[in-house]
């Protein structure tokens, strides 16, 4: 099975921060990775898929990187929508999820 | 706009068996890669059951933690799909989400609300 670590675990920003969430893959995923954002009480959402494509909707602000076992994700402008708990996963072979990070006010 | 729609959820007993389904008034399930996607109250996501689409077999995957216990199928004539869940543990006790797939590839796309279910004597 594919272990999914992210880091943090939480990570306290203010309005305006650039913020990165990171991922690592105990093996190679190639670029078969997709993150969410999921609010309290709510579905996740999709944002990113394939590393670092957009899904049709999501702002622009958000970006992905990365490939075969590290990745990233960032928010270029914190905005008070995103505070939120966030979640990689990988694809490559069936599917496993990170533990989530939680990005919280400062 | 609500999508797919989770029933079936619970209250139910270690060792029982529950049936949970997924309709959709959106999409046409047998068309796309269907999973079942649970979170645990305060935890993480977990995958837990794939079935492919009817072009691609409708085989179906099953993480370690459920197999042999949990089934998943698909009605395509009433396009619902299901997790049956059997033998059931107070680990299993979760929202299980119902989540779409519209690429050939396991990302998801496509969230329901969640069905909860309780695990408890």
């Known amino acids: 099975d594919i272990q999914m670590t992210q880091s943090p675990s939480t990570l306290s920003a203010s309005v305006g921060d650039r913020v990165t969430i990171t991922c690592r893959a105990s093996?190679?995923?190639?670029?078969?990775l997709a993150w969410y954002q999921q609010r309290p009480g709510k579905a996740p959402k999709l944002l990113i898929y394939?590393?670092?494509s957009l899904e049709s909707g999501v702002p622009s602000r958000f970006s992905g990187s990365g490939s075969g076992t590290d990745f990233n994700l960032t928010i270029s402008s914190l905005q008070p929508d995103d505070f939120a708990t966030y979640y990689c996963?990988?694809?490559?072979?069936?599917?496993?999820f990170g533990q989530g990070t939680k990005v919280e006010i400062k | 706009d609500v999508q797919l729609v989770e029933s079936g959820g619970g209250l139910v007993q270690p060792g029982r068996s529950l049936r949970l389904s997924c309709t959709s008034s959106a999409f046409s399930l047998g068309d796309y890669g269907l999973s079942w996607v649970r979170q645990a109250p305060g935890k993480g996501l977990e995958w837990v059951s794939f079935?492919?689409?009817?072009?691609?077999?409708?085989?179906?995957e099953y993480a370690a933690s459920v197999k042999g216990r949990f089934s998943i199928s698909r009605d395509d004539s009433k396009n619902i799909a299901y997790l049956q869940l059997s033998g059931l543990k107070t680990e299993d006790a979760a929202v299980y989400f119902c989540v779409l797939s519209t690429d050939y590839y396991l990302y998801f796309n496509h969230w329901g609300q969640g069905t909860l279910v309780t695990v408890s004597s």
């Open positions: 079935i492919r689409g009817k072009a691609y077999g409708g085989t179906t």
């Open positions: 093996q190679s995923i190639s670029g078969w």
């Open positions: 996963q990988q694809y490559s072979s069936y599917s496993s």
């Open positions: 394939k590393a670092s």
